[in-house]
């Protein structure tokens, strides 16, 4: 028996079971500010925010999550006097309706329920991210163990990952990537950044996320999300869990108020 499997059986090092069981390990998530019902003032709430992602009406106060960078700052004990409250979960990523789906994210959920190829591009990332990205292939998440696997050229690809606000100089690239990919394909925006620019854009070198130019199906928001998140996108896009259609807090630009 080779040493790493010995190793194994011995510290106990296993693979998440995830999505088969829920994966209640300390640390597989970082948390996220969960909004909610407020008793009091809530313009605190708002004014810890550094991105806007809070917003308040009457006594609900929500988060944007596709600008949220989770700084934690209007987490308790800091800040807010825990206003808004925390939830560990990590099931983070929501499906963006088309409506010309005729190919595209239902294609791909159609035919790649067993076996989806990746091609993964740095629109401009930070770095961290694309960290997350790659503890998908280490033994603890193992994807392949889902039929998930990442491929070098977009010409065997069904899906396209997407990281960071894209860049100027990687606008052309990554189309040129998504043109390359056959039919049925869909893209997945992974990211604060990916989704709305981030701390980043819009800006004068970066723009204010994939879904700009591209037709995003899957948004995966965190900044970064953990693995775990980035697997439940995946198993969306191929239809293995449920679609979630949008974040449940809503944030500014949904009708509730800024409190700013
Ligand atoms: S955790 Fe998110 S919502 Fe809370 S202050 Fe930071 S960016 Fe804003
Ligand atoms: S979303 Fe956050 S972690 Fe990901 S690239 Fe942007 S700044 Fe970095």
């Given amino acids: 028996m080779s040493g790493w499997v010995l190793k194994g059986l011995k510290t ?17 998530s970082p948390g996220r500010p969960a909004g909610g019902r407020a008793a009091g003032n809530k313009k605190p709430a708002a004014e810890a925010c550094p991105v806007d992602a809070i917003a308040v009406r009457d006594k609900q106060v929500s988060v944007d999550y596709d600008r949220c960078i989770l700084c934690g700052r209007c987490l308790p004990p800091a800040g807010a006097s825990g206003l808004v409250k925390p939830a560990a979960d990590y099931e983070w990523a929501y499906k963006i309706p088309r409506d010309t789906v005729a190919a595209g994210g239902a294609g791909v959920t159609k035919t790649c329920s067993h ?8 629109g401009g990332a930070c770095n961290a991210c694309l960290s997350e990205v790659s503890q998908l292939t280490k033994p603890y998440y193992d994807m392949h163990r889902l039929g998930f696997f990442i491929t070098p050229t977009p010409r065997d690809a ?25 039919e049925p394909k869909a893209v997945m925006a992974v990211g604060t950044c990916a989704l709305s620019g981030g701390i980043f854009g819009p800006g004068f070198a970066a723009g204010g996320g994939v879904k700009e130019f591209l037709p995003v199906d899957i948004a995966v928001p965190g900044c970064p999300p953990p693995p775990l998140a980035i697997i439940h996108g995946l198993l969306m ?18 009708g509730m108020e800024a409190a700013k």
């Fill in 12 to 28: 106990g090092i296993r693979t998440t079971l995830y999505p088969k069981v829920e994966e209640l390990a300390p640390g597989v």
């Fill in 115 to 122: 076996s989806l190829h990746i091609k993964v591009v740095d």
């Fill in 158 to 182: 069904d899906l396209l990952l997407v990281v960071g606000p894209v860049t100027e100089h990687m606008k052309l690239p990554l189309k040129k990537a998504f043109e390359a990919m056959p």
């Fill in 237 to 254: 896009a191929v239809g293995r869990k449920d679609p979630v259609p949008s974040p449940t807090s809503p944030g500014p630009g949904s």
